[in-house]
C-alpha cells in the first residue's frame, strides 16, 4: 500500500496515465516513499510527476556509432560508468565523495537538457568495507575494554572481508548516497541490481528491459550495479558467441548500453584513456582515436588498483559496444583538473580521453601532422638559405602560373558562401581573390626570399669568456607554428613563405569557408617544398578538429598565431594551454587630428585609414579631433568627405555635447567596426588624445597629423601601442608595406614581437660554446684561470 500510495501523484498527474509493471514499482517506490508530498512548482520547467525537465531537441535513429567526436553534441541515451578507481578513496576504504559530487552534478545537467542518462557504478564493496571495518573495530574494542578492565587497548586486527558481504553491506548506502545527491537537483534516481542471469535469462531480460525503459519514460536516472552479493566468482573466457558475458560492471556497461540501444557510453577510470603502451612508460602516448583492428599496436599494462577489470578488459567491452552500435569513449574520472567537467566536455565533443570509432579517416591525425610538421621543419632549417630561398621563389611562380586554378577554387567558396548567407560583407571581402591579389602575393614572398639569405644561424653576439672558450648566440627557428585564420585564403602563401624563410614547421587551420581556395594554395606550397624533399613541413589540418582542442597540443605546438575576428583571438587566448599565442584581440586604431594639421593631407589620410579596407584590423576604428576644429571648413571638409565615402558616424559622448542633432551616440568606445563606421570623439589637446588612446585602444596602430613637429615628437613618444606614425595612413602598419615581405600577424604583445611580425619575429636564439677541456673549478678563487668576458666581432652579414 505504501508504494501505491507514493506513486499516486504519478498516476494522478494531469493528461498522462501510465500502468507499471511490478519490477518498476519495485524499483522507484523507496524514492517515492521519502519524497511523495514534495511538490516543484517553476513556470519555465516542465513537470512529469514532479520531475522537472527541459525539453531538448534531442534524436537520433539508432542503428550505426557516431563517425566523429564533434557529432557526440547529439547523443540523446547515455550511459556513464563509474570504475573503482573513480568511486572510491585512495586507501580503498569509503567513497570519493567530492568526485562523486561533481559527477552527478554532470549527469544532472545533462539529465535536465532532455537526454536520457544511466549509471553504472561501482563502489558498494568499497562502502561496505568501511562500514563493517568501523563495526569490527568497534566490536573488538568493546571486547577488550571488557576483558582487560582498562581503557588502553592493543593493537586489534582486522580479519580480511569478503567481497560478497561488503557488497551487502554496502548496497544501500551508497544508493541512499546517490538519492541524496541528485536530489539537489530535482532528480529521482532508482536503483536496479543485476546478475549476468538477468541477461542470458530471456523473461528476466525483457523485465530488466522494461523497467529501465519505464525509468527513462519518466525522466528518473537509473543506478545499475552488478549484484556483488549473490553474484558468483568470474569464469574467465566465458562469452557466448557474438554475446559479451557480465564478468565485471565493464562488460556490465557495455551489455547495457547495447541493449538499450543508447548512443554514448562513457567508460571513467583512472587513466586519462587508451596509450599504446603501458601509461607511465617514458614512450606511452595517448590515443586520441582507437579503431577496430588496432589491438595489435597496443601493450596493455595491470589492472588498476581497484575493481576487477583492467584497460584490456574494457577496450574489449568497448569494441564489442561499438559492434553493437554505440559509441565509447575511455577518459580519466579521477584527474582532480578535469574530473569536474569531463563527462560534460565529452558530449560537448572535445578532445577528452579515447574515442573509439568505426570510421578511419582518409589522411594522417593532427597529431601526426604535428610530428610530421616538426621533423619537416628540422629537416627545413638544416637547409642551405639559398635553397630556403629557392622554395619561396618557386611558390611565387606557382601564384602566377596557376592564377585560373586558384581562382577558380576560390570562386566555389565565394559562392557558397553567399548561398548559405552566413557571412557578412567584410568577411566575403577578405575571402575574396583576385589577380591583383595574387600578383601582390608574389611580389611580397619574393621580397621574402631576397632578405631571408641570412636569417636562420646568423650570429648576434660572440663572447671570449676565457682563453680558447668562446660562446655564441645564433638564431635558430621556433619550431613548430600553428596558425588559425579565417576567411583569409591569401594568408595561407604568405604564412607558409615566412615559414620557410625561418626554418620552422607550419600547421595551418583555415576557416571552412574557404576550403576550396585553401587546398589549392596548400597543394602548390607542398609542390613548392617539394623540390628539396620538405614536403611535410607545411601541413593543412583537415580533420574535424576544433581549435579549442588544437589549442592543447603544447607537447607539438610551440607557437600559436591567430589571424582572425576579435572574438576568435580572445577564445585562442582563453583556450591555449601552455603554448604561447602571438597576436591581437583588437584593431582600434585612431587618427588624432591636430590644430596646425594640414587640410590637404587631414582628408587624404582619414580617406585611407577608413575606406581603402574597411574590414582590416589595421583600418581607423575612432576619429579624435581637437576641440578648436569644430565648426572650422576643415571640419566640415572630413564630415562630407565622409557621407560621400558612406561612413556611418557615431558620435562619441564629447562630441555628442557640442551638437543639437548628432549622430547615433557611440555605445561603446572600445569599438572595432570592421565596415564603413566609425567613432568620432572630441579632445582638448594631444595630452588628452594620448590618454584617451591609452584608455580605449588596443596598442595597435594609433596616427597623429599635424605640422607642429614638438607636438608630432610628444604623440610619437608617449603613445605606447606596437605602431605610431605621423602623418601617415594606419593602413601602413603591415609587413609587405613595412619591407618584410609579409607578416604573420601583428602583434600588440610587448615579449618577444611587437608590431607586424615577419621572419625576425619567428625566430628565437640558441647558445653555443665551444671551449678546450674547460671546467668550472679552473675559474675559483684559487684556480688557474680568469674570466675574460670579452666582445668578439661579429661577421659581415650577407646583405646581396
Same mark, same amino acid.
Given at each position: ?378 629537416? #627545413? +632549417? ?6 630556403? %630561398? =629557392?622554395?619561396?621563389? &618557386? !611558390? @611565387?611562380?606557382? /601564384? ?7 581562382? #577558380? +577554387? ?6 557558397? %558562401? =553567399?548561398?548559405?548567407? &552566413? !557571412? @557578412?560583407?567584410? /568577411? ?373
Amino acid at each position: 500500500m505504501l508504494c501505491r500510495a507514493a506513486l499516486s501523484p504519478l498516476v494522478r498527474s494531469p493528461g498522462w496515465c501510465f500502468v507499471l509493471p511490478p519490477h518498476a514499482i519495485a524499483a522507484i517506490s523507496r524514492f517515492y516513499i521519502l519524497r511523495h508530498n514534495q511538490r516543484l512548482r517553476n513556470e519555465s520547467i516542465r513537470y512529469w510527476s514532479n520531475i522537472p525537465f527541459i525539453t531538448m531537441p534531442l534524436s537520433r535513429a539508432h542503428g550505426k556509432s557516431f563517425a566523429h567526436r564533434s557529432e557526440l553534441k547529439h547523443a540523446k541515451r547515455i550511459v556513464v560508468k563509474l570504475g573503482s578507481a573513480v568511486v572510491t578513496r585512495g586507501d580503498e576504504c569509503g567513497l570519493a565523495l567530492g568526485r562523486l559530487a561533481s559527477i552527478v552534478e554532470q549527469v544532472s545537467m545533462l539529465q535536465n537538457q532532455g537526454r536520457e542518462m544511466m549509471i553504472v557504478t561501482s563502489g558498494a564493496v568499497a562502502f561496505g568495507k568501511q562500514r563493517l571495518r568501523h563495526e569490527i573495530l568497534l566490536s573488538q574494542s568493546v571486547r577488550q575494554a571488557l576483558h582487560s578492565g582498562q581503557s588502553q587497548l592493543k593493537d586489534m586486527a582486522i580479519p580480511v572481508l569478503e567481497a560478497r558481504a561488503c557488497a551487502a553491506a554496502g548496497q544501500s548506502g551508497l544508493m541512499a548516497l546517490y538519492e541524496a545527491m541528485f536530489t539537489q537537483y530535482s532528480i529521482c534516481a532508482a536503483q536496479i541490481l543485476v546478475t549476468n542471469l538477468d541477461f542470458h535469462d530471456e523473461q528476466k531480460r525483457r523485465n530488466l528491459n522494461g523497467t529501465l525503459h519505464e525509468l527513462l519514460r519518466m525522466n528518473i536516472v537509473p543506478i545499475i550495479n552488478t549484484n556483488d552479493a549473490v553474484v558468483p566468482p568470474p569464469e574467465p573466457n566465458s562469452d557466448l558467441q557474438g554475446v559479451i558475458s557480465v564478468k565485471d560492471n565493464d562488460s556490465l556497461a557495455a551489455r547495457l548500453a547495447v541493449e538499450m540501444k543508447t548512443d554514448l557510453l562513457i567508460v571513467l577510470s583512472d587513466v586519462e584513456g587508451l596509450f599504446d603502451s603501458p601509461p607511465g612508460s617514458d614512450d606511452a602516448k595517448l590515443i586520441d582515436i582507437f579503431y577496430p583492428g588496432d589491438q595489435q599496436s597496443v601493450t596493455f599494462g595491470t589492472k588498476s588498483r581497484v575493481g576487477m577489470g583492467g584497460m584490456e578488459a574494457k577496450v574489449k567491452a568497448a569494441l564489442w559496444t561499438l559492434q553493437g552500435g554505440t559509441s565509447v569513449v575511455i577518459a580519466n574520472g579521477t584527474h582532480p583538473k578535469i574530473s569536474g567537467h569531463v563527462i560534460t566536455d565529452i558530449v560537448e565533443g572535445k578532445k577528452v580521453g579515447t574515442f573509439f570509432s568505426e570510421v578511419k579517416p582518409a589522411g594522417p591525425t593532427v597529431e601526426q601532422q604535428g610530428e610530421m610538421s616538426r621533423a619537416g621543419g628540422r629537416t #627545413l +632549417a638544416a637547409l642551405q638559405p639559398e635553397q630556403r %630561398a =629557392e622554395i619561396i621563389y &618557386r !611558390l @611565387a611562380d606557382l /601564384l602566377t602560373d596557376q592564377r585560373e586554378e586558384i581562382l #577558380l +577554387a576560390n570562386k566555389k567558396d565565394l559562392e557558397e %558562401a =553567399e548561398n548559405k548567407g &552566413r !557571412l @557578412a560583407l567584410p /568577411l566575403l571581402k577578405r575571402l575574396s581573390l583576385s589577380t591583383s591579389k595574387l600578383n601582390s602575393l608574389a611580389i611580397g614572398l619574393r621580397q621574402i626570399a631576397a632578405s631571408s639569405q641570412d636569417s636562420v644561424g646568423r650570429i648576434i653576439r660572440r663572447t671570449r669568456i676565457a682563453k680558447d672558450l668562446e660562446l655564441e648566440q645564433v638564431t635558430v627557428p621556433i619550431g613548430v607554428l600553428l596558425v588559425i585564420f579565417e576567411s583569409r585564403p591569401d594568408c595561407l602563401p604568405q604564412v607558409s613563405a615566412l615559414a620557410i624563410a625561418s626554418g620552422n614547421g607550419l600547421l595551418l587551420k583555415g576557416g571552412k569557408e574557404a576550403a576550396y581556395s585553401n587546398q589549392i594554395l596548400h597543394h602548390l606550397t607542398q609542390e613548392a617544398l617539394s623540390i628539396h624533399g620538405v614536403k611535410d613541413a607545411v601541413q593543412l589540418v583537415n580533420t574535424r578538429e576544433e581549435v579549442e582542442d588544437l589549442c592543447r597540443l603544447d607537447k607539438l605546438i610551440d607557437l600559436i598565431i591567430p589571424r582572425g575576428s576579435s572574438q576568435l583571438v580572445r577564445n585562442i587566448q582563453k583556450a591555449a594551454k601552455g603554448i604561447p599565442v602571438m597576436g591581437h584581440s583588437e584593431g582600434i586604431c585612431h587618427v588624432y587630428v591636430d590644430t596646425d594639421a594640414s587640410v590637404e593631407k587631414v582628408t587624404r589620410i582619414i580617406r585611407d585609414s577608413k575606406c581603402e579596407y574597411p574590414a582590416a584590423c589595421n583600418a581607423l576604428e575612432t576619429l579624435l579631433i581637437h576641440r578648436d576644429l569644430l565648426r572650422t571648413p576643415l571640419f566640415d571638409q572630413i564630415i562630407d568627405m565622409l557621407r560621400v565615402e558612406q561612413v556611418k558616424i557615431h558620435a562619441g559622448p564629447k562630441f555628442a555635447s557640442y551638437l543639437t542633432f548628432s549622430p547615433s551616440e557611440v555605445k561603446s568606445l572600445r569599438t572595432e567596426y570592421g565596415d564603413l563606421e566609425c567613432c568620432i570623439e572630441v579632445v582638448d589637446s594631444v595630452q588628452e588624445a594620448v590618454e584617451h588612446i591609452h584608455k580605449y585602444g588596443s596598442s595597435h596602430t594609433d596616427v597623429i597629423i599635424t605640422e607642429n613637429e614638438t607636438t608630432a615628437e610628444f604623440f610619437l613618444q608617449h603613445v605606447d601601442s606596437a605602431c605610431v606614425f605621423w602623418n601617415a595612413s594606419t593602413r601602413f602598419s603591415d609587413g609587405y608595406r613595412f619591407g618584410l615581405g609579409a607578416e604573420v600577424g601583428i602583434s600588440t604583445s610587448r615579449i618577444h614581437a611587437r608590431g607586424p611580425v615577419g621572419i625576425e619575429g619567428l625566430l628565437t636564439t640558441k647558445w653555443l660554446l665551444r671551449g678546450d677541456n674547460h671546467v668550472v673549478s679552473d675559474f675559483s678563487e684559487h684556480g688557474s684561470m680568469k674570466y675574460l668576458h670579452e666582445s668578439l666581432p661579429l661577421p659581415q652579414r650577407n646583405t646581396n
